[in-house]
Structures are given as structure tokens and as C-alpha cells.
């Protein structure tokens, strides 16, 4: 894998990882409660799960035409900035309804861990047929932000994960 791609797939496994290890001696109960009009934190998982899904299936199809998809340039820098401080502000969002509706619900943690891993494995699969002519491709789509390189796609599932930490820290609480 390119050492860019690899750095920043190392970086989203580590925040997955970290989250994942915050919620490891969790009751099973404590992690499907859920408070009026908010998600429990299995249903946030599941949202990052899906969004990555859906992330990794848009990037299958965009490879198929990866020499015809233009190249980022400023423009796409600056849209990422601003999806960093969107990520990193105490808004909320409403999730997209593409997201919303691919949305699995999980019967237990090791059913989620594992449908996760697999995703991420499709993922780092992907990437590892990134070249570094490749790397700055619009090809990665934010709902809001457009098209995106691979690595900006990177970033951002990183920043979406960042972004509901604080949701899951004071569901545990």
C-alpha cells in the first residue's frame, strides 16, 4: 500500500480500535439503551459501520473509471477544513437518509466487531491499489463536501469517528 494510504488507514484502525476498547467491558443492555429521540451506542457503531459501507462500495464503483475522474486541487483542501471543523464542533447532524437506511442492527457486539472488520478489510484491500499518480482522483463523495481524493475520504472517516466519541462517552456515563 502507498505509504500515504497506509498511514492514514493506520491512523482510522487505531481510532477504531480506541472506541472499540472504550465500550469492551460494557453490558449488553447498557450498550442497546437509549435515551429518547438519541441513538444508543450500538446505534452510533452501526452508523459508522454503514457509513463506512457505504464509503467502500461508492470507491469499488469509482475505480472502475479512475482515469477519467479530474484531480483535487485547492478547492477540495479548503472543503476538507471545513469538514474537520464540522466534525470537531459539538453539532449535530442529521445523519443521511442513504446512511440511515443501510443502517444493520446488530444482535450483539461480536456480530458488529466482526461485520466492521470485514469492512475495514474491503477497505485496506482498495487501497492497496492506489498508486501514487492516483492519490489525488476525485473519487471519494461526501454527501455535503463533493468529490473528494482518497486520502480527504480517509480523513474524513476518521473525523466522523472522532465526532461521535463524545456522544458514546456520555451515553456511558
Do not use: C
Not at 32 to 61: C, D, F, P, R, T
Not at 99 to 122: C, F, G, H, I, K
Not at 129 to 152: C, M, P, S, V, W
Amino acid at each position: 500500500m502507498n505509504s500515504k494510504l497506509q498511514h492514514l488507514f493506520d491512523s482510522l484502525e487505531v481510532e477504531k480500535n480506541t472506541l472499540l476498547a472504550s465500550i469492551k467491558n460494557v453490558s449488553p443492555e447498557k450498550l442497546q439503551q437509549a435515551q429518547e429521540g438519541k441513538w444508543s451506542i450500538n446505534q452510533i457503531l452501526a452508523h459508522l459501520i454503514a457509513a463506512e459501507k457505504l464509503s467502500v462500495q461508492y470507491l469499488n464503483k469509482k475505480m472502475l473509471g479512475l482515469k477519467d475522474a479530474g484531480d483535487t486541487g485547492i478547492w477540495e483542501e479548503i472543503k476538507l477544513v471545513v469538514l474537520q471543523v464540522s466534525q470537531r464542533l459539538p453539532l449535530r447532524f442529521k445523519a443521511p437518509r442513504a446512511v440511515v437506511e443501510s443502517t444493520p442492527m446488530y444482535s450483539n457486539m461480536a456480530e458488529l466487531q466482526a461485520d466492521w472488520d470485514n469492512t475495514r478489510a474491503e477497505l485496506k484491500n482498495l487501497l492497496e491499489k492506489f498508486d501514487e499518480t492516483q492519490l489525488q482522483k476525485k473519487i471519494y463523495k461526501h454527501i455535503f463536501a463533493g468529490r473528494l481524493n482518497i486520502q480527504h475520504g480517509l480523513v474524513f472517516l476518521k473525523e466522523h469517528m472522532m465526532h461521535h466519541r463524545p456522544q458514546i462517552s456520555r451515553l456511558l456515563k
